[in-house]
């Protein structure tokens, strides 16, 4: 049974430019979180997909979209890239409380 | 809005002694997960602490929920190398609802 998986695991883009990040959740779970970590932080909620539909979402702005597929694997699409994008991207599947998280996508926006 | 806090923000232990690592919510919470990334790695799941004045013991990590359900503590005893890593809690407002992350403690071990 595989776990949470995400592609790509490390990308590098300039500012201006646009990214989509993907996740596969862990079989069985119906619930996609996305996540962005600095550098020496704490992830941090961007927002939650479930049933196809963004659920909940986090201090973050318009430029952070996503989805939810009907296989419940998701994309987070990230628009005018700035250097403070720059993070490891998470994704945490779940069904119901406790998140699992994927190895996540390094993102270098130079 | 919810905040998550971690006490200390680094801990340097001898191999072979014990520490303990606070987290403090400004809320009162559903559940509260700890998680430990390795350097370079993502977060793993510990376990979730649920009821009022949980304890919970995984080998030598010992979880405690406080009573008012704000609270909770991480007890490592007798510290290996193995034990390196950054402890995150993370608490959840209402089951299944997103996770608001601790700083997390930065776990270093002197053998």
């Known amino acids: 049974d595989a776990g949470v998986t995400q592609s790509p695991t490390h990308l590098i883009k300039t500012r201006g430019q646009q990214v989509t990040l993907r996740c596969s959740p862990k079989s069985g779970h119906d619930t996609v979180s996305w996540y962005q970590q600095a550098l020496g932080q704490g992830p941090q909620f961007i927002f939650q997909y479930y049933e196809e539909e963004e659920r909940q979402r986090g201090n973050f702005p318009d430029r952070f979209s996503g989805h939810q597929f009907p296989n419940y694997s998701s994309e987070l699409n990230v628009n005018a890239l700035l250097l403070g994008d720059s993070a490891l991207y998470l994704c945490?599947?779940?069904?119901?409380?406790?998140?699992?998280f994927g190895p996540g996508t390094r993102l270098l926006v130079l | 809005g919810q905040q998550v806090m971690q006490i200390p923000q680094y801990q340097h232990v001898q191999e072979g002694e014990d520490f303990t690592t606070y987290c403090n919510s400004s809320t009162t919470l559903s559940n509260i997960q700890w998680y430990k990334q390795r350097p370079g790695g993502h977060p793993v799941f510990l376990i979730q602490?649920?009821?009022?004045?949980e304890v919970k013991k995984q080998k030598r990590l010992t979880f405690q929920y406080r009573e008012e359900k704000k609270n909770s503590s991480l007890h490592i005893t007798a510290t290996q190398t193995t034990d390196v890593g950054t402890y995150f809690c993370a608490g959840q407002g209402a089951a299944g609802n997103k996770l608001t992350f601790g700083g997390g403690t930065r776990v270093l071990v002197k053998p």
């Open positions: 945490a599947s779940s069904l119901v409380g406790t998140q699992y």
């Open positions: 602490l649920v009821k009022s004045g």
